[in-house]
């Protein structure tokens, strides 16, 4: 899976929100806010190929958490940024 | 400890430093869509139902609602009602007696579009304009007119 095209990530008033700089009309009605770890992932895989398992990895290498919780979190991570529409399958 | 990346609550930003973000964006070509907050601009826009549309400002009338920095870093979405060269002052429909007031150069951005209940209407649009003409300047009338909006609200 890979971070879909125009998806940006910047830090306003201190919080990490997805803005779509493609797009003519930023929807903040919409607005997709990250927090500490997920803007992190984000950072590592930004313009990168990536998988849950490749997520867990990168929080079992930042994190202490071991595998089991990181997969469960990746996995969760990513669906939810599909269904969003900010990552593509 | 840690939380999980999945887990992300709602957030909401300080109104100041959020809208100084708005500005920079549409002053970059973007147009910005935002929840209204407040009820200031009652009874066509109401708190957190609705949404408004905003885009670069270009040459703005009397008549015409826009996100406006009133002092450094307060921000209000009203409706101009005069412009003396570079004095503009500003409205909000839902308020009877207070005004606001700045320069040419605080409007920070036009009306595009108006959300109200999911229902999008053009800032050019006749249902906005005829509103726009027909929703009263005077207090006492709008004072009656707003009064009467709360109670219906409440029986609904």
Same mark, same amino acid.
């Given at each position: 899976?890979?971070?879909n095209k125009?998806f ?6 201190g ?6 700089t493609?797009?003519?009309n930023? &929807?903040? !009605?919409?607005v997709?806010?990250?927090?500490? !770890?997920?803007a992190w ?5 930004e313009?990168?190929?990536f *998988?849950?398992?490749s997520?867990?990895?990168?929080l079992?290498e930042?994190?202490?958490? &071991?595998?089991? *919780?990181?997969?469960a979190?990746?996995?969760a991570?990513?669906?939810q940024?599909v269904?969003?529409g900010?990552v593509a399958? | 400890?840690?939380?999980a ?10 109104n100041d430093k959020f809208?100084?973000?708005?500005r920079?964006?549409i002053a ?7 929840r ?7 009874p #066509?826009?109401?708190?957190r ?5 905003l ?6 009338k ?5 996100l406006a920095?009133?002092?450094?870093g307060? +921000? ?6 005069s412009i /003396? ?13 207070g005004?606001?007031?700045?320069r040419?150069a605080?409007v920070?951005?036009?009306?595009? /579009?108006l ?13 906005w304009? +005829? ?8 207090? #006492?009338?709008r004072r009656?007119?707003?009064k ?9």
């Amino acid at each position: 899976m890979k971070i879909n095209k125009g998806f940006e990530l910047r830090e306003m008033c201190g919080e990490h929100i997805i803005i779509g700089t493609g797009v003519e009309n930023i &929807d903040f !009605s919409k607005v997709i806010s990250l927090n500490e !770890s997920a803007a992190w992932l984000w950072r590592e895989v930004e313009g990168k190929e990536f *998988t849950p398992q490749s997520l867990a990895a990168l929080l079992m290498e930042q994190y202490d958490v &071991d595998e089991a *919780t990181a997969l469960a979190d990746a996995t969760a991570l990513a669906a939810q940024w599909v269904s969003v529409g900010i990552v593509a399958e | 400890m840690r939380q999980a990346p999945h887990k992300t609550a709602s957030v909401e930003l300080p109104n100041d430093k959020f809208l100084k973000e708005v500005r920079t964006l549409i002053a970059a070509g973007h147009d910005v869509t935002l929840r209204v907050r407040g009820v200031s601009m009652r009874p #066509f826009l109401e708190d957190r139902r609705d949404q408004i549309v905003l885009t670069q400002p270009g040459v703005v009338k009397v008549g015409d609602a826009v996100l406006a920095e009133i002092a450094p870093g307060k +921000y209000v979405y009203h409706r101009i009602i005069s412009i /003396e060269g570079d004095k503009v002052t500003l409205r909000g429909d839902g308020n009877v007696y207070g005004t606001e007031q700045c320069r040419l150069a605080d409007v920070a951005a036009a009306t595009k /579009e108006l959300i109200r209940k999911g229902r999008s209407y053009s800032a050019q649009g006749k249902a906005w304009r +005829y509103y726009s003409a027909l929703w009263p300047s005077w207090s #006492f009338a709008r004072r009656v007119l707003l009064k009467l909006y709360r109670m219906l609200k409440l029986y609904k």
